[in-house]
C-alpha cells in the first residue's frame, strides 16, 4: 500500500528566506506527482505536477524535483513571502497495487512566513 | 489551469435531511472524477470515484447508500449525503481529471448537520 510522508510537518520562517519541503514515497509504480496548495477552509491549488520520467518542474519561483528510484521529491520555494503561507501537499499518482489511477496524499506540511 | 467549481460553497441543514453537493468541470470534459472529505488539520480521505455513465467506486468503510454518488455527463457530477446526521458534518471536495494527467480540485463545500 502506498504512503506518502511528508516533513516537516510545519515550518516557520521569516520572510525571504529560501525553504524545501520534502515529500517521500514507498511505492515508486507511479505515473506522476503534484504539489498542491491549501488555504484555510479552502480547496486545493495545483502548483507543480511532475511525470514519472521528469526530474523537475519550475514555476515562478517554486521548483519541485522528483527522484522516482528513492521515492522522494522536494519543493524548493525561492524568496518566501507571508502570502505562500498555507499548507503544502504532495500527491502521488499510483501506477499499480490497490490504490492503481489514485492520488495518494501526504499530511502536508503547514507553511507560515512571518513578515 | 483547468477550472471545477462546486455548489454550494456552503450549506447548514437539519439532521436527516438530505444535501446535494454538484461538482462541474468547466472547460474540459473529465474523464473521472472524485470526492474527497476531508476532517479539520487533516489531508484529503478519498469516499469514491465515478465515471461518466457508470456506477461509482467506492472506498472501503464509505457507505454508498449514504453517500449516492451521480456521474450524469462528462462535466458534472453530484454527491447527495442522505440523512445527514451532525457526524457528517465535514469539508467535502471534488476533483476532475482527463486520463492519468493532472487532476484539477474544486473550492470544497463546507456542510454542517444541526
Known amino acids: 500500500k502506498q504512503e506518502v510522508t511528508q516533513i516537516p510537518a510545519a515550518l516557520s520562517v521569516p520572510e525571504g528566506e529560501n525553504l524545501v519541503l520534502n515529500c517521500s514515497f514507498t511505492?515508486?509504480?507511479?505515473?506522476?506527482l503534484q504539489w498542491f496548495r491549501q488555504d484555510p477552509g479552502k480547496g486545493l491549488t495545483s502548483l507543480l505536477l511532475?511525470?514519472?520520467?521528469?526530474r523537475e518542474q519550475t514555476s515562478g519561483r517554486l521548483n519541485a524535483s522528483l527522484d522516482k528510484s528513492s521515492g522522494r521529491s522536494t519543493l524548493y520555494i525561492a524568496a518566501s513571502q507571508p502570502g505562500d503561507s498555507a499548507t503544502y501537499l504532495c500527491a502521488v499518482l499510483n501506477a499499480g497495487g490497490t490504490s492503481y489511477g489514485k492520488l495518494t496524499f501526504g499530511q502536508g506540511t503547514i507553511l507560515t512566513v512571518h513578515p | 489551469g483547468a477550472v471545477v467549481s462546486q455548489h454550494p460553497s456552503w450549506v447548514i441543514c437539519k439532521s436527516g435531511t438530505s444535501v446535494k453537493i454538484e461538482c462541474r468541470s468547466l472547460d474540459f470534459q473529465a474523464t473521472t472524477m472524485f470526492w474527497y472529505r476531508q476532517f479539520p488539520k487533516q489531508s484529503l480521505m478519498l469516499m469514491a470515484t465515478?465515471?461518466?455513465?457508470?456506477?461509482?467506486?467506492?472506498e472501503q468503510g464509505v457507505e454508498k447508500d449514504k453517500f449516492l454518488i451521480n456521474h450524469a455527463s462528462l462535466t458534472l457530477s453530484t454527491l447527495t449525503v442522505t440523512s445527514a446526521h451532525p457526524e457528517d458534518s465535514s469539508f467535502y471536495i471534488c476533483s476532475a481529471r482527463v486520463a492519468k494527467a493532472e487532476q484539477y480540485f474544486g473550492p470544497g463545500t463546507r456542510l454542517t448537520v444541526t
Open positions: 511532475i511525470q514519472s520520467s521528469q
Open positions: 511505492d515508486s509504480a507511479i505515473y506522476n
Open positions: 465515478s465515471n461518466e455513465g457508470s456506477k461509482a467506486t467506492y
